[in-house]
């Protein structure tokens, strides 16, 4: 299990340091510090391993969180773990850095004793943590008999996301589907690779302990719903359906259930936080398409014109909207002319960046751009990295609808009409490339 | 030194200060005081003298105070022993208090106080908390009991609190339940033959039960310790499985890993092509590819393990090779690993796509990364034939881009491409011609030297690009001489006219002005053999080489069942066994994938029954026939035993090519079955000495059989030997007879009788063997495995009635099936072959058309093993069983003798 586990900042100076076994010495602090904070070559590995330790690290900003062991640990464990603690962090004092980290000191050893036990982490929910960690140092004859023991049910409990007894005047539920959709196409305009990688985070704010039911257009629901012949559109409905590759979700969904009925059913966390992750590869809305062309003018000039086409619906606004072509290093000026938005060669990123704040859809654009090179010596061909664009479009390009979000409270008085609820579609481009 | 003094001067006056605001009045103040102490700690600065004053505040009802303190106790507690028993009543009355929250942390922090006194004052504490009301110290208390258990082991054996652990496994809350297994799964791993665990089917229950209840990392105790549990058959191994799957859709990708551990494993017990069996396989997919969507470092992770997977079962992720494809951003460790993933699933059917990548690949920056690719699309010619001549004009294209480091790396995979494809793509070889001038890494010199060589009689100038290497010879890498002598040779016997200048200059090179014995020797034996008979010396330099294989880089295959036991941890991401990293006594029970019934049955430990892989299997070499024999009469070495027989699979060049000492290692003929000499110390660790030996059996007497040979440039003398205790008290009988010093390059043959009355020591594995040899410069040690066949004794020969009688008395559940698969031996020959190596039969019975064979044999230490042989007309598989009184004592002897066995039986 975790031996140890060290916060560093920048410099390789330790603010947090926490043993929580008699093999991890004090000289593995400096042990990460030398050969991986100090490494005169970058460590190439987020696992390393001298004098038989292990060290496991992840970087948030210019702060190291690292974790280390002498066993055959599961590593995956490992860093899910350290994400955890900077969720855990995050919740409590936002932002995670050098002065949030030493003003907070006590706070962080605190919760490190709670939420690692001789190294096996124990329930890191900040929900339950918040109950009985908290800035102010709580004074044990404050809390009733009954209260304590709502604690520990609570961290201990089948439900330890939730505590019983919240209310609100309003019941209220914000469901947001985000999706990154990415792109590989090739010059052609071939679609090498492509997938949309969504997340539904939701915020509730719901009295009592709440049995939720979320469903969506998922090609498996619908089509056993088709086959049982109750509706007759079933091909119609076949056709608004989404084949989800696979999907995750976060822990108060019953597993089980999902695998036996493919129903989503849960208790929600309050406030707010991810119910699903999921992926689709197939039938996704490319809510843009670059045609690039680039030609080389003897060994000093390059022309490049790019051309964007939007393809979703005339009456949607795609916002945001960033094309960044890569030009060579040894680009000594560049020329640009665009028909819309604003376009800027920036020599420090070696791009000429292209901004346009909306389109609507089915509309094309085009920039041409003409980059004089210096002479070089360099043997080296320019790589040509691939064209990425930005975007933010209001539809989930993998086409997926949330079809109800329903709400049962049996023990309070209200329903699932008394609940209000929103969403919201967000299709944000991931990695979408094209190669030149 | 003014300075340091100063700052010293000033932490002391800050410690006075801070004592003083620990004994301030104002409780504030001392929490501030406290938290200041805390910081300096946390930066390193001794704080420990302050121990007295921390403790004082020790007695608060301020829950955050009394949290600081303890932390301080912790770090301190073990420099401060005495005073640390100070703290003792604090903590007892603590764990009395009704605040449940206040009980747990003072049994989770006793448990952290390395001192012994106060480990003696826990155990009341400890057994209450076991049975506390409230789950939340009940669950702390699991924990503390594996702390306890690593202060002191003993202890919590003698307190029962490991039975009070086991109790905790039928706990009605889930988390109780998820830390006692994580306990008793980490005590069990220092007790490897306790079933500790217990795990029957009603404990699994429980556990699948609680796995729908318990917090994420509750659900990945369960599951790594359900990994090591072996179902009674496949209806239990797919009802685990069924309950375990839905796991796969979990956020945490510890649990998808962890699930997917557990899959893999009894996907073993599941009978094929079933539609069970295919659904299960299809839904494993998806999880995996869903891991890649995750934080980089979480990618690695699973990017480490899905290499493993997919060289297990590549079924599983044949068509979802696009996302491997690295992305532009990608962290380095994850491109490198996707690349290597990627050149796994490369198939005919995707080859277009791969190549068309791996070429956008070999123009990144990152220098290992385009090495990676270049190789890559070496393999991918190698591995899917119709894509070979599309990445060879690939390769050569990137040669075009002269980029020193991709030009070289080209040229290597190219020499592997000739030797895939022989007489298909020499054309090219003027092209690479152009570039060996830019040549300056020794792999891709030795692959640019070996095509000349190989294809001399094409190339025009080859003696003059050959000379152009031999000016500097003796700064070249020895894998640059070796090549070099070997291409020149090779020119030669094709084109012996222009050339015998050039060879007679590389032998004098590599015989004479040279200090490296393997080039001196190869020099030696290339002289000799062109000088005595050219023709023996074509057929041999000269001659068809076997062709190289498709897969290169598996991981070899026992090594890759135990790392699937062990998908997710650190093991599976450095694709090593625990005992290649880890310390004492964790990790060294080696794991192994479960067995389907049916071949073996045994019961509640199948572990233990898995396939040897930590035998050292004894390497039975085909015999060279003529040519060996014809070498080896040069005087290179002392007279060797030529083995008989024929069955050559060695190609003679390729020997030459692995070096010479591969020859001169010479073979013992044994009974009816070879051992091979190993080499037990390698100079390199030695200061020059090496050692290589086997061990034998020769008229009722166990010899250690050594060559020790001096690699170093001074002599060596006064050596000595020593045995560490072992399983079979084995010593030698008389010291080491070497009485004259061992002089540079000079290797003595010894013989040591050796004797099994030495003190006896159980061993892991049980032949194992620890050596101690010292000469005037050093000792040096080494471990050494002995074939148990050493230990057959003559005399165990047992009296047919005492056999019958033993076979009967002996157990059922001391009895091991296996099977010997594809023997085409007939019963008599079965027999012979047994009895030369002390394996007896007893009788033979012919039952409905099968011959029975009953065995006997004895070890050294007089423990019987008796076997019953089946052997089938027409069925090459038989079926053995094997029966003794002592397993206990042999623990995994059985699957030594089931190894030895077949290699008696398989020639």
């Known amino acids: ?436 | 030194n003014m300075t340091s003094k100063y700052f010293k001067n000033q932490w002391n006056s800050e410690i006075f200060e801070l004592k003083a605001e620990l004994n301030n009045e104002k409780k504030e103040k001392r929490k501030e005081a406290v938290k200041k102490v805390i910081a300096a700690m946390t930066v390193g600065k001794d704080v420990s003298s302050l121990f007295p004053d921390v403790v004082n505040c020790m007695q608060t009802d301020n829950l955050e105070l009394k949290k600081l303190v303890y932390l301080y106790l912790m770090n301190y507690a073990k420099s401060q022993p005495d005073m640390a028993i100070m703290a003792v009543n604090s903590f007892v009355k603590d764990c009395e208090d009704p605040n449940p929250l206040i009980r747990a942390l003072a049994v989770r922090t006793m448990g952290c106080i390395r001192v012994d006194k106060i480990t003696e004052y826990l155990c009341e504490p400890l057994r209450k908390c076991l049975k506390d009301e409230d789950p939340y110290v009940r669950k702390t208390a699991a924990v503390c009991v594996a702390k306890l258990h690593d202060i002191n082991a003993q202890m919590v054996e003698d307190q029962g609190f490991l039975d009070s652990l086991r109790d905790l496994i039928a706990d009605s809350n889930p988390m109780v339940v998820a830390n006692a297994v994580a306990a008793l799964s980490e005590i069990s791993e220092s007790h490897p033959n306790s079933n500790l665990l217990d795990l029957n089917p009603q404990n699994i229950n429980k556990l699948l039960t609680a796995l729908n209840e318990c917090t994420e990392w509750g659900q990945i105790f369960i599951l790594d310790c359900l990994s090591n549990y072996n179902p009674k058959d496949e209806r239990e191994a797919q009802s685990i499985c069924e309950r375990v799957t839905p796991r796969l859709s979990h956020a945490n990708s510890a649990v998808v890993l962890s699930a997917v551990k557990v899959l893999m494993k009894f996907l073993e017990l599941l009978p094929k092509d079933t539609d069970y069996y295919n659904t299960l396989l299809k839904k494993l997919s998806p999880p995996l590819v869903t891991l890649l969507s995750g934080e980089p470092e979480v990618q690695y992770v699973a990017l480490r393990n899905i290499n493993l997977i997919v060289q297990k079962r590549p079924e599983i992720l044949k068509q979802e090779i696009k996302v491997f494809f690295v992305k532009y951003n990608d962290p380095i460790y994850v491109k490198l690993e996707k690349l290597d993933i990627m050149i796994r699933l490369a198939s005919h059917a995707n080859i277009a796509q791969v190549l068309a990548e791996l070429k956008e690949y070999a123009t990144e920056v990152d220098v290992d990364f385009v090495r990676k690719a270049v190789r890559a699309i070496g393999r991918c010619a190698i591995k899917v034939e119709q894509s070979a001549e599309r990445c060879v004009s690939t390769l050569l294209d990137l040669i075009q881009t002269k980029v020193n480091y991709v030009v070289q790396e080209a040229i290597v995979v190219i020499r592997d491409i000739f030797r895939k494809y022989p007489n298909k793509y020499e054309s090219i070889i003027a092209t690479l011609c152009e570039n060996l001038d830019s040549l300056d890494e020794p792999d891709a010199r030795a692959a640019m030297i070996w095509i000349v060589g190989e294809y001399a009689e094409r190339i025009d100038n080859a003696d003059e690009l050959l000379e152009s290497f031999l000016e500097g010879f003796h700064d070249e890498s020895t894998q640059v001489q070796l090549t070099l002598l070997t291409a020149i040779v090779k020119l030669f016997l094709k084109k012996p006219s222009e050339t015998q200048e050039l060879v007679q200059q590389v032998l004098s090179l590599a015989t004479q002005d040279s200090d490296n014995p393997d080039l001196r020797d190869r020099g030696y034996i290339y002289w000799r053999l062109l000088s005595t008979d050219p023709v023996t010396a074509k057929e041999v330099v000269l001659s068809e080489k076997p062709l190289i294989s498709e897969e290169t880089d598996l991981i070899e295959p026992t090594l890759l069942d135990e790392l699937i036991c062990h998908i997710g941890s650190l093991a599976s991401v450095y694709h090593k066994p625990p005992n290649a990293f880890v310390e004492g006594s964790h990790g060294i029970h080696r794991k192994h994938l479960p067995i389907q019934h049916g071949s073996i049955d045994t019961g509640e430990s199948p572990v233990s029954a898995g396939p040897a892989a930590s035998i050292d299997q004894p390497q039975v070499i085909p015999s060279q026939g003529d040519l060996l024999g014809d070498l080896l009469n040069l005087d290179l070495g002392p007279p060797v035993n030529v083995p008989q027989g024929s069955s050559m699979q060695i190609g003679a060049v390729d020997l030459l090519g692995g070096g010479l000492d591969s020859l001169v290692r010479r073979m013992y003929r044994e009974h009816s079955f070879l051992w091979f000499v190993k080499v037990w110390l390698p100079a390199v660790k030695a200061k020059g000495l090496e050692i290589s030996g086997t061990f034998s059996r020769r008229q009722g007497h166990m010899y250690m059989d050594m060559s020790f040979i001096n690699k170093a440039l001074q002599h060596m003398t006064d050596f000595a030997i020593q045995f560490n205790k072992n399983s079979f008290g084995v010593i030698p009988t008389t010291p080491l007879a070497m009485h004259t010093p061992l002089m540079p390059s000079q290797s003595i043959d010894i013989s040591l009788p050796l004797n099994t009355i030495g003190p006896v020591m159980k061993m892991d594995p049980l032949n194992n063997l620890q050596v101690a040899v010292k000469n005037n410069i050093d000792v040096f040690y080494f471990s050494t495995l002995i074939p148990l066949s050493v230990f057959f004794v003559e005399d165990g020969k047992m009296e047919r009635q005492v056999f019958l009688a033993t076979w009967k008395d002996i157990p059922n559940e001391n009895e091991l099936q296996y099977q010997i698969k594809e023997c085409h031996l007939n019963a008599d020959t079965v027999s012979g072959k047994l009895q030369n190596n002390n394996i007896y039969t007893i009788a033979k019975r012919n039952v409905e058309g099968q011959d029975m064979l009953y065995q006997s044999l004895k070890l050294t230490n007089g423990i019987w093993i008796l076997a019953e042989l089946r052997i089938q007309p027409g069925n090459p598989n038989y079926t053995v069983n094997a029966r003794s009184k002592e397993i206990d004592r042999l623990q995994n002897a059985f699957d030594i003798v089931q190894n030895i066995f077949k290699d008696i039986l398989h020639p």
């Open chain 1, 1 to 436: 299990m975790i031996g140890g586990l060290f916060i560093y900042n920048h410099k390789g100076e330790v603010l947090i340091s926490r043993v929580y076994r008699d093999d991890i010495g004090r000289n593995a602090v400096d042990a990460f510090r030398v050969n991986v904070i100090h490494a005169r070559q970058q460590v190439r590995s987020p696992v390393t391993n001298f004098a038989r330790t292990s060290f496991f690290h992840v970087k948030r900003s210019n702060i190291w969180l690292a974790a280390v062991t002498k066993q055959n640990v599961n590593a995956a464990m490992v860093f899910e773990f350290l994400y955890k603690m900077c969720d855990v962090m995050t919740a409590y004092f936002s932002k995670i850095s050098e002065e949030n980290i030493k003003n907070n000191f006590v706070l962080i050893y605190e919760l490190l004793d709670e939420i690692l036990d001789f190294g096996y982490p124990q329930n890191s929910e900040t929900g339950a943590l918040k109950t009985f960690i908290t800035q102010q140092g709580i004074k044990s004859q404050h809390h009733t008999k009954e209260e304590q023991s709502q604690i520990t049910s609570q961290v201990t409990g089948q439900i330890g996301w939730r505590r019983e007894g919240i209310k609100y005047r309003r019941n209220e539920l914000f469901l947001d589907v985000l999706e990154s959709v990415n792109l590989l196409m090739s010059p052609q305009g071939q679609v090498l690779s492509a997938h949309v990688s969504g997340r539904v985070v939701m915020k509730s704010y719901l009295s009592g302990m709440p049995e939720c039911k979320f469903g969506m257009n998922d090609k498996i629901v619908i089509d056993k719903q088709g086959k049982g012949g109750t509706t007759d559109d079933s091909g119609k409905s076949g056709k608004q359906s989404i084949a989800i590759d696979d999907c995750t979700f976060h822990q108060c969904v019953r597993l089980s259930k999902f695998d036996s009925e493919r129903s989503i059913s849960f208790i929600p966390p309050d406030g707010e936080y991810e119910l699903m992750r999921y992926r689709t590869t197939k039938d996704i809305i490319l809510p843009f398409r670059v045609i690039p062309l680039v030609r080389e003018v003897g060994r000093t000039k390059l022309e490049v014109k790019v051309v964007i086409k939007s393809n979703f619906k005339p009456s949607l606004l795609a916002q945001k909207i960033e094309v960044r072509i890569p030009t060579p290093l040894n680009t000594s000026g560049v020329q640009v002319i665009c028909m819309k938005g604003k376009a800027k060669y920036k020599a420090s990123e070696n791009a000429i960046v292209w901004k346009i704040k909306r389109m609507a859809g089915m509309k094309e654009s085009q920039i041409s751009a003409e980059i004089e090179l210096l002479p070089t010596n360099d043997k080296k061909k320019w790589a040509r990295p691939p064209i990425s664009m930005n975007f933010e479009v209001p539809f989930a390009p993998s086409g997926l609808k949330v079809r109800y979000l329903k709400v049962f409270e049996p023990k309070l008085n209200y329903s699932d009409h008394d609940v209000i609820k929103w969403v919201r579609y967000i299709g944000r481009s991931g990695i979408y490339e094209t190669r030149c």
